[in-house]
Protein backbone atom coordinates (compact mmCIF):
# COMPACT_ATOMS: atom_id res chain seq x y z
CA UNK A 1 0.00 0.00 0.00
CA UNK A 2 3.06 2.35 -0.09
CA UNK A 3 2.80 3.13 -3.70
CA UNK A 4 -0.89 3.87 -3.88
CA UNK A 5 -1.69 7.91 -2.95
CA UNK A 6 -2.94 8.78 0.05
CA UNK A 7 -6.38 9.23 -1.36
CA UNK A 8 -7.16 5.28 -2.06
CA UNK A 9 -5.85 4.43 1.14
CA UNK A 10 -8.66 6.78 2.97
CA UNK A 11 -11.31 5.94 0.64
CA UNK A 12 -10.41 2.16 1.53
CA UNK A 13 -11.19 3.00 5.22
CA UNK A 14 -14.58 4.89 4.47
CA UNK A 15 -15.85 1.76 2.33
CA UNK A 16 -14.93 -0.50 5.54
CA UNK A 17 -18.37 -2.12 6.89
CA UNK A 18 -18.54 -1.73 10.47
CA UNK A 19 -20.71 -4.07 12.30
CA UNK A 20 -21.41 -4.53 16.16
CA UNK A 21 -20.28 -7.25 17.71
CA UNK A 22 -23.65 -8.75 18.82
CA UNK A 23 -25.02 -8.99 15.04
CA UNK A 24 -21.70 -10.90 14.16
CA UNK A 25 -22.23 -13.39 16.79
CA UNK A 26 -25.62 -13.69 15.93
CA UNK A 27 -24.88 -14.33 11.84
CA UNK A 28 -22.58 -17.13 12.83
CA UNK A 29 -24.10 -20.46 13.68
CA UNK A 30 -23.39 -21.29 17.24
CA UNK A 31 -21.67 -24.99 17.31
CA UNK A 32 -23.43 -26.95 20.10
CA UNK A 33 -21.45 -27.56 23.23
CA UNK A 34 -20.82 -30.94 24.28
CA UNK A 35 -23.37 -33.22 26.73
CA UNK A 36 -21.62 -33.06 30.12
CA UNK A 37 -22.00 -34.66 33.25
CA UNK A 38 -23.83 -32.19 35.73
CA UNK A 39 -21.75 -32.03 39.53
CA UNK A 40 -24.69 -34.10 41.16
CA UNK A 41 -23.99 -36.65 38.20
CA UNK A 42 -20.21 -36.41 38.53
CA UNK A 43 -20.35 -36.77 42.35
CA UNK A 44 -22.66 -40.02 42.21
CA UNK A 45 -20.30 -41.78 39.52
CA UNK A 46 -16.73 -40.79 42.07
CA UNK A 47 -18.58 -42.16 45.20
CA UNK A 48 -19.38 -45.72 43.30
CA UNK A 49 -15.37 -45.46 41.68
CA UNK A 50 -13.81 -44.68 45.22
CA UNK A 51 -15.85 -47.38 46.59
CA UNK A 52 -14.62 -49.56 43.93
CA UNK A 53 -10.88 -48.16 44.09
CA UNK A 54 -10.76 -48.57 48.07
CA UNK A 55 -11.77 -52.17 47.03
CA UNK A 56 -9.07 -52.54 44.54
CA UNK A 57 -11.16 -53.50 41.61
CA UNK A 58 -11.04 -50.41 40.11
CA UNK A 59 -7.35 -47.94 39.20
CA UNK A 60 -8.21 -45.53 36.38
CA UNK A 61 -10.88 -43.47 34.86
CA UNK A 62 -11.58 -41.78 31.91
CA UNK A 63 -13.87 -38.82 30.90
CA UNK A 64 -15.26 -37.80 27.96
CA UNK A 65 -17.29 -34.98 26.36
CA UNK A 66 -18.71 -35.95 23.11
CA UNK A 67 -21.28 -33.87 20.97
CA UNK A 68 -24.28 -36.34 21.23
CA UNK A 69 -22.94 -37.97 24.89
CA UNK A 70 -20.68 -38.04 27.88
CA UNK A 71 -19.21 -41.15 28.53
CA UNK A 72 -17.06 -42.39 32.05
CA UNK A 73 -15.06 -45.27 31.48
CA UNK A 74 -13.55 -47.47 34.16
CA UNK A 75 -10.33 -49.48 33.73
CA UNK A 76 -8.51 -52.07 35.34
CA UNK A 77 -5.07 -51.12 34.43
CA UNK A 78 -4.67 -47.86 32.39
CA UNK A 79 -3.23 -49.71 29.05
CA UNK A 80 -6.76 -52.13 28.82
CA UNK A 81 -10.11 -51.39 27.39
CA UNK A 82 -12.54 -50.02 30.06
CA UNK A 83 -14.45 -52.77 32.57
CA UNK A 84 -17.41 -50.78 32.52
CA UNK A 85 -18.99 -47.47 30.55
CA UNK A 86 -21.20 -44.90 32.70
CA UNK A 87 -23.30 -43.05 29.57
CA UNK A 88 -25.17 -40.10 29.49
CA UNK A 89 -26.94 -39.88 25.89
CA UNK A 90 -29.61 -37.01 26.58
CA UNK A 91 -31.50 -37.95 22.57
CA UNK A 92 -32.50 -41.24 24.73
CA UNK A 93 -33.78 -39.81 27.92
CA UNK A 94 -38.08 -39.42 26.37
CA UNK A 95 -37.31 -43.33 25.44
CA UNK A 96 -35.12 -45.44 27.35
CA UNK A 97 -33.48 -43.33 29.93
CA UNK A 98 -30.08 -40.91 29.23
CA UNK A 99 -28.24 -42.85 31.64
CA UNK A 100 -26.73 -46.33 30.81
CA UNK A 101 -23.92 -48.88 31.96
CA UNK A 102 -21.88 -50.92 29.45
CA UNK A 103 -19.62 -53.71 29.99
CA UNK A 104 -16.49 -54.38 28.29
CA UNK A 105 -18.71 -56.63 26.01
CA UNK A 106 -20.52 -53.99 24.74
CA UNK A 107 -23.90 -55.53 26.72
CA UNK A 108 -26.10 -52.93 28.22
CA UNK A 109 -26.53 -54.19 31.87
CA UNK A 110 -28.74 -51.15 33.13
CA UNK A 111 -30.74 -48.60 31.70
CA UNK A 112 -32.34 -45.85 33.21
CA UNK A 113 -33.54 -42.44 33.59
CA UNK A 114 -32.10 -41.58 37.27
CA UNK A 115 -28.65 -42.33 37.38
CA UNK A 116 -28.85 -43.29 41.26
CA UNK A 117 -30.72 -46.16 40.34
CA UNK A 118 -28.65 -47.06 36.91
CA UNK A 119 -25.34 -47.38 39.68
CA UNK A 120 -27.06 -49.89 41.68
CA UNK A 121 -25.78 -52.23 39.33
CA UNK A 122 -22.69 -51.76 41.11
CA UNK A 123 -23.85 -52.60 44.63
CA UNK A 124 -23.04 -56.01 46.06
CA UNK A 125 -25.47 -57.96 47.78
CA UNK A 126 -24.85 -59.19 51.28
CA UNK A 127 -24.82 -63.24 51.65
CA UNK A 128 -25.06 -65.11 54.62
CA UNK A 129 -22.39 -67.26 55.15
CA UNK A 130 -22.93 -70.43 57.57
CA UNK A 131 -19.87 -71.57 59.60
Given at each position: MADKPETQRGRAAANANVVELSQYRAGQKAEPLPVTFHRREL????????????????????????????????????????????????????????????????MVLKRGHDLKQVLKVFDRNLKLVEK
Open positions: DAILWIYGRMVGEGEWRDYALDHLKDRAVFSVFKRAGEMPLYRIEKNPKLAARQGAFSVTNTAG
